[in-house]
């Protein structure tokens, strides 16, 4: 089983539409949670960290379920320029300080 | 000027060559990394440092050295470059302690014939 899996799309959705992406992880010791946005062949660059309570930045919405082991992004009122990868990150359990990376899931916002 | 610059930005060299490829920042973190990312196969991480002393292989360093010359430049080298390490690099940095984000160079796109 991979540390991190993620769907890896793509997403086709209309302009408007909402999208949720989901990504599980395996060690239960993970403390950090952060979901990237990666586009083509360009670098990844931070989109949101994820926290126990679940946070929001505008359209953007993560949520954290310890529990199930998964977090999810939400993307309400999407744009044509929400279109790119979304990486999922997991910061390695105690005693480490790796960051593991999904796949990504790749999204497209059509007109 | 970017925080994180990694040289060179595209290279093209034949099998068994010698290749390095260099990162700088100025954000003044003492963590830093080397990534390959490959299609459907995610980021992977080949080295880390967390200060200039300290060097630690990742899952995938075989093939590869590095060298941490000053707390801003970290260098990654191909001692004989093979066709499968086509892939496109990222260096990246991050501050101590858990829980940061981690700020990546623009990536270097390697193709070894």
């Known amino acids: 089983r991979k540390e991190v899996e993620q769907d890896p799309g793509p997403f086709n959705v209309p302009e408007g539409a909402t999208v949720a992406f989901n990504c599980t992880y395996s060690?239960?010791?993970?403390?950090?949670f952060f979901w990237y946005r990666q586009d083509c062949r360009k670098e990844p660059k931070l989109l949101m960290s994820?926290?126990?309570s679940g946070n929001e930045d505008g359209r953007f919405t993560a949520q954290l379920n310890r529990a199930s082991q998964y977090i999810s992004l939400l993307i309400r009122d999407s744009k044509l320029s929400d279109s790119a990868t979304y990486l999922c990150?997991?910061?390695?359990?105690?005693?480490?300080?790796?960051?593991?990376f999904g796949t990504g899931t790749r999204l497209k916002v059509l007109a | 000027d970017a925080d994180v610059t990694q040289t060179p930005r595209n290279r093209i060299t034949k099998t068994g060559k010698r290749i390095m490829l260099e990162c700088s920042q100025t954000?003044?973190?003492?963590?830093m990394y080397w990534y390959r990312q490959d299609p459907g196969l995610g980021l992977r991480l080949i080295y880390y440092?967390?200060?200039?002393?300290?060097?630690n292989k990742g899952e995938i360093s075989d093939g590869y050295s590095v060298s941490r010359q000053a707390q801003a430049k970290f260098s990654l080298s191909l001692e004989s470059a093979i066709p499968n390490q086509t892939a496109l690099y990222f260096c990246?940095?991050?501050?101590?302690?858990?829980?940061?984000?981690?700020?990546f160079g623009p990536g270097t796109r390697l193709t070894v014939l």
């Open positions: 440092s967390f200060d200039v002393k300290d060097i």
């Open positions: 994820v926290y126990s």
């Open positions: 954000k003044g973190h003492d963590r």
């Open positions: 990246a940095t991050s501050p101590p302690g858990q829980g940061f984000e981690q700020f």
């Open positions: 990150v997991v910061e390695g359990g105690t005693g480490t300080y790796k960051y593991i």
């Open positions: 060690n239960s010791a993970s403390q950090s």
